[in-house]
């Protein structure tokens, strides 16, 4: 079974413009949560989605959003692109809504942005 | 606050040897644990979760946890370190927060690195 599918691996970019990236999760499962990785913050909780619906947030800016389709696939965007967002950006899987606890959370092999 | 700290940026093993990654927890309501390794330029593999139950958790790997409510504490252990075993290793817990936003979703330690020498 194949695992969280995450495209582009790399990417750069420049200040201001915006970027999308893209998700498939491990077939069946309906949450998709992305989380942002930089050396300074560590990891952080971005949103959730399930059932087409963003169920939680992160606290970070508007700029940052998200959507989620019917097959589950998910697309997250950020927009006027700054420096501080160069980061690894990791989709994560799961059967049900991080609400339930007894789920594990499958991560992706994460999209590298560079933001110069 | 829901938190999750791992006290070592860095902790040297020589192979064959058992290791500890340790790591303490404070959550609010029953704790959800979980470990996840990184190997560089990759994504985050999971090795193991404490729900509830057994306060051992065997994992992937050969990687194991106990859990300690008394000292919050779950900390990973293996009998033998192996030279591929080095990587980045993150503790996380469930944020188990009702309200306010992020509920349900990790909250991740810093991450220590392991370092297996031959």
């Known amino acids: 079974k194949a695992g969280v599918t995450q495209t582009p691996r790399y990417l750069i970019k420049t200040r201001g413009q915006q970027v999308t990236l893209s998700c498939s999760p491990i077939?069946?499962?309906?949450?998709v949560s992305w989380y942002q990785q930089t050396p300074g913050q560590g990891l952080q909780f971005l949103f959730e989605?399930?059932?087409?619906?963003?169920?939680n947030k992160g606290n970070f800016p508007g700029r940052f959003s998200g959507r989620q389709f019917s097959n589950s696939r998910s697309e997250m965007n950020v927009s006027t692109l700054e420096l501080g967002d160069s980061a690894l950006y990791l989709c994560a899987s799961s059967l049900e809504r991080g609400t339930s606890s007894g789920n594990t959370i499958y991560f992706g092999e994460g999209s590298w942005l560079t933001v110069v | 606050a829901q938190s999750v700290a791992q006290p070592e940026d860095q902790v040297n093993v020589a192979e064959g040897n058992p290791l500890t990654v340790k790591c303490t927890y404070s959550?609010?309501?029953?704790?959800?644990l979980f470990w996840y390794v990184q190997y560089p330029n990759r994504g985050l593999q999971f090795l193991l979760k404490?729900?509830?139950?057994?306060?051992l958790v065997k994992g992937s790997y050969g990687f194991e946890a106990e859990f300690n409510k008394s000292q919050t504490s779950f900390h990973l252990k293996k009998p033998s370190a192996l030279v591929s075993d080095s990587a980045l290793y993150f503790c996380a817990v469930r944020d188990s927060r009702r309200y306010g936003g992020s509920q349900g979703n990790l909250i991740f330690g810093k991450g220590t690195k392991l370092s297996v020498k031959p």
């Open positions: 077939s069946g499962h309906r949450s």
């Open positions: 989605y399930f059932s087409e619906t963003q169920r």
């Open positions: 404490y729900i509830t139950g057994d306060n």
């Open positions: 959550v609010s309501g029953n704790p959800y």
